[in-house]
C-alpha cells in the first residue's frame, strides 16, 4: 500500500470551509456538545387553605403554593416530574403547549392520554423538550381542577444562544387567574346538573393576589418594583377558567416580541389581548427618570356572548424603586365587548420568519376541515327542572357533535386496538347540516352526543377552518391543540367563504401559535403538520365550553422510521 498523498492548501481550504458552512448551515451540529440535562420536579397535590377577599377555603394546590411552582428548563432538557395525588379528587397535569414528540403518554389531559391520577397514586411525567423555547405554563386537565392547579413553565434557549432581542435587564412572571370563594369543583358540578350556567368566580387575580380594587385586599396586591431607563421581560399568562382578558400599564407601552413561546416581529402596544391558554412576551421599557408616581397594571375581561361573567377588574402596581408614589394613574381599557380592538392586536402578530426561526407552513394541503364551533342545548331530562334556554341545558359541540369523555383513556384505547365501545373514527370534516353560521339560528338547536374521532395519516397537511356560530349569541371561542403547533393562516368575521378567503391567506409570516381566538361572530383558518404520531386533543380553552362538549380528538397515525412511532406506554402509567 502506498504513501498518502498530502493535501493541497487549496483542497484544505475547501474542507475547512465545507466544515464551517455545516456548523452554519446546521446550527444543531454546533451546539451537541450543549446538549440538555435532565430536571426533576415533584408535585405534591394536597389540599391548601387559602384566604383571599377575607374569605378562607381549602383548595387543590401544587406544594401547597397558588399558583403552583415555577417549572424552568432550557430548549433540549428533559422534564421528569413526579406527581403523587395526596387528595380526595382524581387529577392529571398537562404541559400546555409542549409538543411531546413521541411522548404522547405525558400530555395530561383526562380520559385523552391517560386515566387520571387517583387519590394516593403516582405518576411521573417524562418528556424531552424539543425545538421550542418561551412561555409556557402547566395546569390540571380534569374538570375545573385548574382554577387553582396551575403554574408557569419557562423554557429558556440552549446555553450561548440569545433572544432575537436586546437582553433584559430582568425577567417578571405574572400569571393571570381567577378567585372562587366557592369550591370550583362544586360550582361546574351544579352547572352540569342543573344544565344553566355556572356561577362565576369573585375576582381576577395577578399570581394568585387580588389587588387593591376589590374588597379586603389591600395586603393582596401583586406590585412589580423597577429602576428608571431599564427593559423588563414581562411573561404574561392568561390561566384564567373562562375568561379572555384586556391587559394594559398606565403610562406605559409594551413590544410584543413573543406568543406562545414562538417569537414574533416586535410590535409596540399599550394593549394586549390574552385568551385563556395563551401567553405572551413583551419588553417593557421603563422611564428615563423615575416618576413621583406609581401605575395600575389592569386586566379585565373581554366578552360578547350572553351569559353572566366576571365583570370586574383586577389591579396589580407598578413601581419604581426611587419614587415617593404620590399619584396613582390607570390606564384606560377598551370596553368589555370591544371586538375591533380584539382584532386590532391579533392581526398585527407576524411570525420572525428569518433564517434562524423560519416559518414552515404548509403551501399545500392534503386535508381541508370545516368546524363549527358554538353553543347548543339538550333536552331536559323527564322529572328534572332545567336552567338553560327555554328549559334545556345548556351544551356546546364542534359540528353539532357535543364530545362525549369515555371511562377510559383514548390513547391507551387506540394503541391497544380495543378502541370497540370507546371510540369511533368518523368525525364529520363538515357540518352535516349547513345553515346561515352567523344569523339567523336554526330552529332545532340539540346537538348531537358521542365519541368520534378524525384519523389522520402520518405527514398529513392539515387545513381547519373554525367557524363561530350565533346559535345561542355569538362568542369568541379560545382554540387550543394538543400535540402540535399551528399557524394562523387567515381570519374574518361573518361566514367563511371558501371561494375568496382562501385568495387572502398568509402563507408568508402568519404567526404559530397553540391557542387561537375564534373571533365572535366570525372565523379562523389554521394549518398545521401532521408529524407527532397519538391521539391529541382539541378543545375550547374556555373551561365551561370544554365541560360543556367543545371539543373533539385527532389521531395521528404512525409513519414508517422508529422516529416516526408513537413508544409503548409507561409501566406507571394511570389505570382507570
Known amino acids: 500500500m502506498g504513501a498518502p498523498v498530502p493535501a493541497s492548501p487549496g483542497i484544505l481550504l475547501t474542507i475547512l470551509l465545507f466544515a464551517m458552512s455545516c456548523l452554519w448551515a446546521f446550527p444543531e451540529v454546533a451546539g451537541a456538545k450543549h446538549a440538555g440535562i435532565t430536571r426533576h420536579y415533584k408535585f405534591n397535590i394536597k389540599l391548601t387553605?387559602?384566604?383571599r377577599l377575607c374569605h378562607t377555603k381549602s383548595m387543590v394546590t401544587v406544594n401547597g403554593k397558588f399558583p403552583g411552582p415555577r417549572v424552568v428548563a432550557r430548549e433540549g432538557d428533559r422534564l421528569v416530574v413526579k406527581v403523587v395525588n395526596h387528595v380526595p379528587n382524581n387529577i392529571s397535569i398537562h404541559w400546555h403547549g409542549i409538543r411531546q414528540l413521541q411522548s404522547g403518554w405525558a400530555d395530561g389531559p383526562a380520559y385523552i392520554t391517560q386515566?387520571?391520577?387517583?387519590?394516593n397514586q403516582t405518576y411521573v411525567y417524562n418528556f424531552t423538550v424539543?425545538?421550542?423555547?418561551?412561555?409556557?405554563f402547566w395546569h390540571a386537565h380534569l374538570s375545573w381542577l385548574r382554577a387553582s392547579v396551575y403554574g408557569p413553565l419557562i423554557i429558556f434557549p440552549k446555553r450561548n444562544v440569545s433572544y432575537p432581542f436586546a437582553k433584559p435587564h430582568k425577567e417578571v412572571t405574572i400569571m393571570l387567574g381567577e378567585?372562587?370563594?366557592a369550591d370550583p369543583e362544586a360550582v361546574i358540578r351544579q352547572a352540569l346538573q342543573t344544565g344553566g350556567g355556572p356561577n362565576v368566580s369573585e375576582a381576577y387575580t395577578f399570581n394568585g393576589l387580588t389587588g387593591p380594587l376589590y374588597n379586603c385586599s389591600a395586603n393582596n396586591t401583586y406590585k412589580l418594583k423597577v429602576k428608571p431607563g431599564k427593559t423588563y421581560l414581562l411573561r404574561l399568562i392568561n390561566a384564567a377558567l373562562n375568561d379572555e382578558l384586556f391587559f394594559s400599564i398606565a403610562n406605559h407601552t409594551f413590544t410584543v416580541v413573543e406568543v406562545d413561546a414562538t417569537y414574533v416581529k416586535p410590535f409596540e402596544t399599550n394593549l394586549l389581548v390574552i385568551t385563556p391558554g395563551q401567553t405572551t412576551n413583551v419588553l417593557l421599557k421603563t422611564k428615563p427618570i423615575a416618576p413621583n408616581a406609581s401605575f395600575y397594571m389592569l386586566a379585565r375581561p373581554y366578552f360578547t356572548g350572553q351569559g353572566t361573567f366576571d365583570n370586574t377588574t383586577v389591579a396589580g402596581i407598578l413601581e419604581y424603586e426611587t419614587s415617593s408614589n404620590s399619584t396613582t394613574f390607570k390606564p384606560t381599557l377598551p370596553p368589555i365587548n370591544a371586538t375591533n380592538a380584539v382584532a386590532n392586536f391579533t392581526r398585527k402578530l407576524r411570525s420572525l420568519a428569518n433564517f434562524q426561526f423560519p416559518v414552515n407552513v404548509p403551501q399545500t394541503v392534503d386535508k381541508k376541515f370545516f368546524f363549527t364551533v358554538g353553543l347548543g342545548n339538550n333536552p331536559c331530562p323527564k322529572n328534572q327542572t332545567c336552567q338553560g334556554p327555554n328549559g334545556t341545558k345548556f351544551s356546546a359541540s364542534v359540528n353539532n357533535i357535543s364530545m362525549a369523555l369515555p371511562s377510559t383513556a383514548l390513547l391507551q384505547s387506540y394503541f391497544f386496538k380495543k378502541s370497540n365501545g370507546v371510540y369511533t373514527s368518523d368525525f364529520p370534516s363538515s357540518p352535516?347540516?349547513?345553515?346561515n353560521y352567523t344569523g339567523t339560528p336554526p330552529?332545532?338547536?340539540?346537538?348531537?352526543?358521542?365519541?368520534?374521532?378524525?384519523?389522520?395519516?402520518f405527514n398529513t397537511n392539515v387545513e381547519v377552518v373554525m367557524q363561530g356560530t350565533s346559535i345561542l349569541g355569538a362568542e369568541s371561542h379560545p382554540l387550543h391543540l394538543h400535540g402540535f403547533n399551528f399557524y394562523v393562516v387567515g381570519e374574518g368575521f361573518g361566514n367563511f367563504d371558501p371561494n375568496n378567503d382562501p385568495k387572502n391567506f398568509n402563507l408568508v409570516d402568519p404567526v404559530e401559535r397553540n391557542t387561537v381566538g375564534v373571533p365572535s361572530g366570525g372565523w379562523v383558518a389554521i394549518r398545521f403538520h401532521a408529524d407527532n404520531p397519538g391521539v391529541w386533543f382539541?378543545?375550547?380553552?374556555?373551561d365551561v365550553h370544554l365541560s360543556w362538549g367543545l371539543r373533539m380528538a385527532w389521531i395521528v397515525l404512525d409513519g414508517t422510521l422508529p422516529s416516526q412511532k408513537l413508544p409503548p406506554p409507561p409501566s406507571d402509567l394511570p389505570k382507570c
Open 115 to 119: 386515566c387520571p391520577i387517583q387519590t
Open 130 to 136: 424539543t425545538g421550542q423555547r418561551g412561555t409556557l
Open 538 to 542: 382539541m378543545h375550547c380553552h374556555f
Open 179 to 181: 378567585w372562587f370563594n
Open 443 to 457: 330552529n332545532n338547536t340539540f346537538v348531537t352526543n358521542g365519541t368520534k374521532l378524525i384519523v389522520l395519516p
Open 432 to 435: 352535516l347540516h349547513p345553515f
Open 49 to 51: 387553605n387559602v384566604t
